[in-house]
């Protein structure tokens, strides 16, 4: 008897037919994992609970309080003026606004998370597992949420400013919008960022879930580089010319220093703005800064990124290490506060000196913060820019709040971290 | 020398190491035999110098490695089992830095570099950057970075896994020349057959404590270098590289 066709998987030829994903199948058979998930992101948030130690659980309640106070004086003020000029549901309507914004904060948060995740979740992990790739993107929504939780404080504290002045049932209702606000906008910027970063996928025959897993984590096309000079030189300034070269190459470094050199791009060009000396002057310091607290960042990132395995068997002291990062952040910022000085036509010589003497203390000591924050928190990057900026924001509200307080807080920063120094030695690596 | 003297080491409440001693001399290849979770990435890692001990003492070439660690890793070479590197950089680029650290002659070490990355066959791939290497390419890596400036004690910690046949003869022949020129060599394999042949003693892990230490003589290997199949496979290669 002769088959009226082919035979299942095979082609009109009869040659097998090559079957790169059968989706019906696949979602028809998976049985209900929502347990198995739940279990699994209870005991991931156990596990970064615990991975907090006690002082580090202090700081941050203490940062929070500091920071939820700061945002509720910055409400309050303003939404006090707000309602004696356009009443109580004037002010309900300022309300609105500033939670709408707080919602959108942690919506690009989420869209930043999610970005990270879609490269570096462990893709073909995750699709050797009998799981639905949809389900998998579910879990990631969880994950990429994670910072955005970082508003709902500051944004509570906005919202408690209301209180008496704003009737309570109105701070009620603004509060169940902000739930429904940060959920939606979390959810959507996330699916945004999935959408932009399965488009960057080959694989445009398969469903967009399995195409993120399935080129998550896949190596570049491996583009030669140019061969090395071989050179005779002492440790530091071996790790200096590594620095230079890691960040003239595509990847986290660079762009914190392309950051740095852009902020002292527009530092410079505050000098031809439309305004006086004194308040050009001004704004050229208010560009600095962030550009002294982007080279911080790229230390940190330069630091953290040393592979243990690669870096630590070689004869390198603290020393080398934070020398190597100190000279860079020197050499980028002195160059800086020389152009500056020169571009500053229009004020005196001594006023002149006074920018590259008093700049120069300020942007150091920024830079050098992020620089021993780095060094003493390795391997841990984000733990080290978490608190570098949280620190860098303690002391920009300590210096609105009480003049000169900023300075205390911020060679307190120096002290806590230059103590910190002696843990890189016995860095826990492995 | 590498001297190991009651090491300890503890993750929580699980005893990676406990009280583990032993030296290896110089010349002397000595290897590193245990089951999963006996201690032996936790011994070497910490004799490399990456975590410390909760108690003990590692000494490379006299020079503790807590007390004195620039001393200690001058002389000191380590292939790890998971070697990481800067994914950006193309090996020439990270073994010319490693080159740099270590006070190396500039063309020694390159014409060095050059003679282990074409044994190990990876020379062709030496201006690529890392990001697009095998595991078995990184192991390659990692043990050319440990060897290249000739050090007095080398760790390799599974450092032939992953490699291909050719190339993990090539990297044994490069074992046996450091142990000639008098290097301590502490060798940690899954693979016994390999530590059967290549190593001239032996320490068993068990459960983070030294169970048993073996002299080659104990057991029975001959002087043959390579196993039969090596042989014949080290003959076929020869011949084909002859043709």
């Given at each position: ?173 603004l509060a169940a919008f902000f739930a429904l606000a940060w959920i939606e906008c979390t959810r959507l910027a996330a699916a945004a960022a999935r959408a932009i970063a399965a488009r960057r996928s080959r694989h445009a025959a398969l469903p967009a879930p399995v195409r993120l897993l399935a080129s998550a984590r896949q190596a570049a096309t491996a583009k030669k580089r140019r061969a090395p000079r071989w050179r005779a030189e002492g440790g530091w300034r071996a790790l200096q010319r590594l620095d230079l ?70 004869p390198l002291s603290l020393a080398d290490t934070w020398r190597a990062r100190f000279v860079t952040l020197a050499a980028v910022l002195g160059a800086a506060l020389v152009a500056n000085a020169l571009l500053a036509a229009g004020l005196p010589l001594g006023a002149r000196f006074g920018i590259v003497l008093t700049w120069s203390a300020c942007g150091l000591a920024v830079a050098a913060l992020g620089l021993q924050y780095g060094l003493t928190l390795h391997p841990r990057a984000l733990a080290a820019e ?45 | ?243």
């Open positions: 008897m002769v088959p009226s066709g082919p035979a299942p998987g095979q082609s009109p030829c009869g040659t097998p037919a090559p079957i790169l994903y059968n989706a019906t199948r696949m979602h028809t058979t998976y049985p209900d994992q929502s347990a198995a998930f739940s279990a699994l992101e209870r005991r991931l948030a156990e596990r970064r609970w615990r991975a907090l130690d006690g002082r580090s659980r202090a700081v941050f309640a203490a940062l929070t309080a500091l920071l939820s106070g700061f945002f509720f004086w910055q409400a309050r003020v303003p939404l006090d003026g707000w309602v004696r000029s356009h009443g109580t549901l004037g002010g309900a309507q300022w309300l609105a606004v500033a939670m709408a914004a707080w919602a959108l904060v942690a919506g690009a948060l989420a869209a930043w998370r999610q970005d990270a995740l879609a490269t570096r979740v462990p893709g073909s992990e995750w699709l050797a597992l009998p799981v639905d790739p949809a389900r998998v993107m579910r879990h990631l929504l969880g994950e990429s949420r994670l910072p955005a939780f970082a508003v709902i404080p500051p944004a509570l504290a906005t919202l408690v400013a209301g209180a008496g002045l704003v009737p309570a049932w109105w701070l009620a209702l070269t890691l960040t003239r190459t595509p990847g986290p470094a660079q762009p914190r220093m392309a950051s740095a050199l852009a902020l002292v791009g527009v530092s410079l060009a505050m000098w031809f703005a439309a305004a006086e000396p004194l308040q050009r002057r001004a704004l050229a310091f208010a560009a600095f800064l962030p550009a002294a607290t982007a080279l911080g960042a790229w230390a940190i990132t330069r630091t953290c990124g040393d592979p243990a395995a690669a870096m630590r068997p070689l978490n608190l570098y900026f949280g620190w860098l924001g303690v002391t920009l509200m300590a210096s609105w709040m009480i003049p000169l307080l900023g300075w205390i807080v911020l060679a307190a920063g120096l002290v806590h971290s230059g103590v910190r120094l002696r843990r890189w030695w016995t860095s826990e690596t492995a | 020398m590498l001297e190991i003297a009651g090491l300890e080491r503890s993750y929580g409440p699980r005893v990676a190491l406990a009280g583990v001693s032993f030296t290896v001399q110089p010349g002397e290849i000595v290897g590193l035999l245990g089951a999963n979770g006996a201690g032996k990435s936790t011994l070497l890692r910490t004799a490399a110098g990456l975590q410390p001990p909760d108690a003990g003492r590692v000494r490379v070439a006299g020079h503790d490695v807590w007390d004195s660690p620039l001393e200690a890793r001058r002389a000191l070479g380590y292939a790890a089992e998971e070697p990481a590197f800067h994914e950006e950089l193309s090996a020439a680029e990270y073994l010319s830095f490693v080159s740099s650290v270590r006070a190396l002659e500039p063309a020694a070490a390159e014409a060095r570099v050059r003679a282990l990355a074409g044994a190990l066959d990876l020379g062709e791939r030496l201006d690529d950057p890392v990001r697009g290497y095998s595991h078995g390419m990184r192991k390659k890596l990692s043990f050319v970075a440990a060897v290249l400036h000739r050090p007095a004690v080398l760790l390799c910690d599974e450092a032939l896994e992953g490699f291909d046949a050719p190339s993990a003869l090539a990297a044994k022949a490069e074992l046996r020349t450091r142990a000639r020129e008098g290097c301590a060599v502490l060798f940690s394999s899954h693979v016994t057959e390999t530590v059967e042949r290549l190593c001239d003693r032996v320490v068993m892990l068990r459960r983070g404590r030294v169970a048993r230490e073996l002299a080659r003589a104990a057991w029975g290997a001959g002087a043959e270098e390579h196993s039969p199949l090596e042989r014949a496979f080290l003959d076929m290669v020869t011949e084909g590289a002859a043709e």
